[in-house]
C-alpha cells in the first residue's frame, strides 16, 4: 500500500479549498490593528488542497485507524473496552454536552446531581466511604490519593516522618512516578512464584517511614492478591495505609469490594472498568475513593447535598486543595453514569465474569504454545511468555508485528518487566468467542511460522501502509516536524 501523503504534501499553490465573500466593511491595513510582535511576518503555512481532496484526505486517514471499533484489541492493562453507544449518546445531550463549566450551581443542579451520585456508586462499588471524582487519569488518581496520604500522615510529627511508599515489583509504571511526584520514596517488594506479593518480603520492608504500600489488586499478572487481608493487617500494624491501584476493578466488581480487604484509599480506571475512552493520561478520569478517615483530606470542591439542592463546598479546613479546574471531567461522568444505570448491580457482576471468562478461555487455548507467566487461572488477563520462540531467532516483538498482518492489534508486550518476554492480553467482557477463536487461532498460525518461516515475522507487518519501524532511530533522531520536500521548515511564525 503506498504511503498516504501530508495534507501539505498535496498542497498547491493557489488551489483553495474555500472562497470567502468580498468585504462588505471598509477594510484597514492590518498594521492599524496589531502591533510590533504580535503582527505575523510570513502568511502561514496552510496547505491549498480542494474541498473534495480534504475530505477524501481525513476520510482517508480515518480508514488506516485501527480502533475496538473495527477490529479486536487486547490491549493488557491499557485496556480498550468497546463503550456503548447510549453512553456516548447521553453525553452529547445539548443540556450537558453545551453546559458551561462555569454556569453556577444555582443554574447545573442536575450535573451536580450525576456527579453526587456517581460518586455514590462507585464509593459503593468498592466499599469505602467517599469519593472524589476530580483526579483526570488513573495516574492522576495515584498522585491525589498519595497526597491524601501525605496529608493525613501530616497531622502527627511520627507522621511526618513517614516517606516511604512499598509497591510490589509487578507494579505499573505510574505507581512510582506517582510517588516521586507526591513526594515519597519508593522501594519495589519482589513478588512470589506465583507473582504475587512476598510476604516474607514484605515484612522486611515494614517499618516506621512507612507511609502506605500501594497494591494493585487484582494485579498487572492478572492475579487476585490471596493474602491482602493480611497484608493490609500488617501495613497497619506498623502505622501505614494501604493505597490500592484499582485500575484492574473490571475483574471483581459485584464480587469482591476493596474497602471489605482492608484498603484505605484506592484509585479506579474508568476508561477500564466503567466506559470511558482511555483518555492516555486525561482527558480521562481516575476518581479516587477512600475511607471515612481520610475523607476530610479529599481535594475541593466537593459536591454536597444540602437538602434538595447540589452545592459545590470548599470549606474544608484540611482539603489537600484543587487538583484540577472545576469539580471533574463532566463528559467523561455522563458517560461512566450512563454506563452503571444501564448495566445496574447485576449487570455489573456480569461484566467482571465475562472479562475473567474471556481471559482464561484465551490462557486456555494458548497456554500449550505459549507458556503462561504463571500457570494458574487468571483475573481480567493472561500474561503468555514468548521466551520459547527465542530459539528460531523470533522474539515477543516479531509476534506482536505478525499480528498486525492477521488483522488484529497486538496486546501489550514486555510489560510486566518481571516476566521474560511477556504478551500480555486482555480481551475484557465484550468479544465473542468467535472473536476469540480468530485471534487465537492467529496467534497458533504464528508460533508455527516461527518455526517454520521466522522471516515473515522478521517483516512483519507487510499488509499495512507503514511497516516495521526502526524504533532506535526513531528514538534517537525523531522527527516531529514536517518539512517540506526541499527540506525546509513551514514558514515561521511571528
Ligand atoms: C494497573 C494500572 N495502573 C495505573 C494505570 C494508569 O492509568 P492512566 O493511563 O489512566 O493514567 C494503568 C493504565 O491503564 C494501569 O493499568
Sequence with gaps: MAPTPLI??????????????????????????????????????????????????????????????????PLGSCTMKYNPRVNEKSAALPGFARLHPQTPP??????????WQTERILAAIA???????????????????????RAFHSETPQGRKRRLVLAPDSAHGTNPASCTLGGFAYKEIKSNRHGLVDLAELKKHLRDEVACLMITNPNTVGQFEESIEEIAALVHGCGGQVYMDGANMNAIVG?????????????LNVHKT???????????????????????????????????????????????????????????????????????????RRLSQ???????????RLKDTYPLAYDRPCYHECVLTGERFKKYGVRTMDIAKRLIDHGFHPPTVYFPLIVHEAIMIEPTETESRETLDAFCDAMLAIAAEAK??????????TTRSVGRFDEVTAAREPRLRWRSHDGHPPAPHP
Excluded at 127 to 138: I, K, R, T, V
Design 127 to 149: 466499599g469505602m466511604d467517599a469519593c472524589s471524582l476530580q483526579p483526570a487519569a488513573g495516574a492522576h488518581g495515584e498522585m491525589t490519593g498519595l497526597m491524601v496520604v
Design 452 to 461: 517454520a518461516a521466522p522471516e515473515k515475522l522478521h517483516a512483519a507487518p
Design 106 to 115: 444555582e443554574a447545573s443542579q442536575g450535573a451536580l446531581e450525576l456527579l
Design 8 to 73: 501539505f504534501e498535496m498542497s498547491r499553490p493557489g488551489r483553495p479549498g474555500v472562497r470567502l465573500p468580498g468585504l462588505d466593511v471598509p477594510s484597514r491595513p492590518v498594521e492599524s490593528l496589531l502591533a510590533g510582535a504580535a503582527l505575523r511576518r510570513a502568511p502561514p503555512a496552510l496547505p491549498e488542497v480542494g474541498e473534495l481532496e480534504v475530505v477524501r484526505h481525513y476520510t482517508r486517514l480515518s480508514q488506516l485507524n485501527f480502533s475496538i471499533d473495527t477490529n479486536f484489541y
Design 274 to 348: 466503567f466506559s470511558q475512552p482511555h483518555g492516555g493520561g486525561g482527558p480521562g478520569a481516575g476518581p479516587i475513593a477512600v475511607k471515612k478517615h481520610l475523607e476530610p483530606y479529599l481535594p475541593v470542591p466537593v459536591v454536597a447535598r444540602r437538602g434538595d439542592s447540589f452545592v459545590l463546598d470548599s470549606a474544608r479546613p484540611k482539603s489537600i486543595g484543587r487538583v484540577r479546574c472545576f469539580a471533574a471531567h463532566f463528559g467523561v461522568y455522563a458517560r461512566v453514569y450512563a454506563y452503571l444505570r444501564s448495566l445496574g448491580p447485576e449487570g455489573l
Design 354 to 364: 465475562h472479562a475473567v471468562l474471556n481471559a482464561n478461555y484465551i490462557a486456555a
Design 255 to 267: 464480587a469482591a469490594r476493596p474497602g471489605d480487604f482492608g484498603v484505605d484509599v484506592m484509585h
